[in-house]
């Protein structure tokens, strides 16, 4: 019914409203343009929703691989990875993020892939908890 150049279907509302008075109809398509001009406003607004979400998403992957990293570097640099490590709390806590981190990035980068629009806010407000605990515990 709507082709990509009338993604509008401008040309369905001007059959409708042809049929529409032919058997009498005074309104015509006023009320059909109107719900036309709806129709493409919600659609903008959709793609900026979409595009907002992505963006967040990319913003969020790249958090999340800085996050990756330095849980990394922690992991060897207190020999986590070799049972060297003399605090296994610490530990966990780097394995924890570590894991957490590739599942995000994937899962991410899955929903990028496929434009499904969900909002990593939370992920971004843990990103900022967890960063503030990195702060606190390597303080001196």
Do not use: R
Not at 34 to 54: I, S
């Amino acid at each position: 019914m709507f082709h990509k150049t009338d993604v509008l279907g401008h040309t369905h509302l001007k059959k409708v409203g042809d049929e529409l008075e032919k058997h009498g109809s005074k309104e015509k398509t006023g009320f059909m343009e109107k719900e036309a001009e709806f129709v493409k406003e919600l659609k903008d607004v959709q793609v900026f929703h979409l595009n907002t979400c992505l963006f967040l998403l990319k913003v969020s992957i790249g958090t999340l691989a800085i996050e990756f990293i330095w849980a990394m570097f922690c992991i060897i640099k207190f020999g986590c990875g070799f049972g060297d490590c003399e605090n296994g709390l610490i530990c966990c806590y780097h394995y924890i993020k570590f894991v957490q981190s590739i599942y995000l990035i994937h899962t991410y980068v899955s929903n990028i892939k496929e434009k499904q629009p969900n909002q990593p806010i939370g992920t971004l407000n843990s990103f900022i908890v967890y960063l503030m605990y990195y702060c606190c515990m390597y303080q001196n």
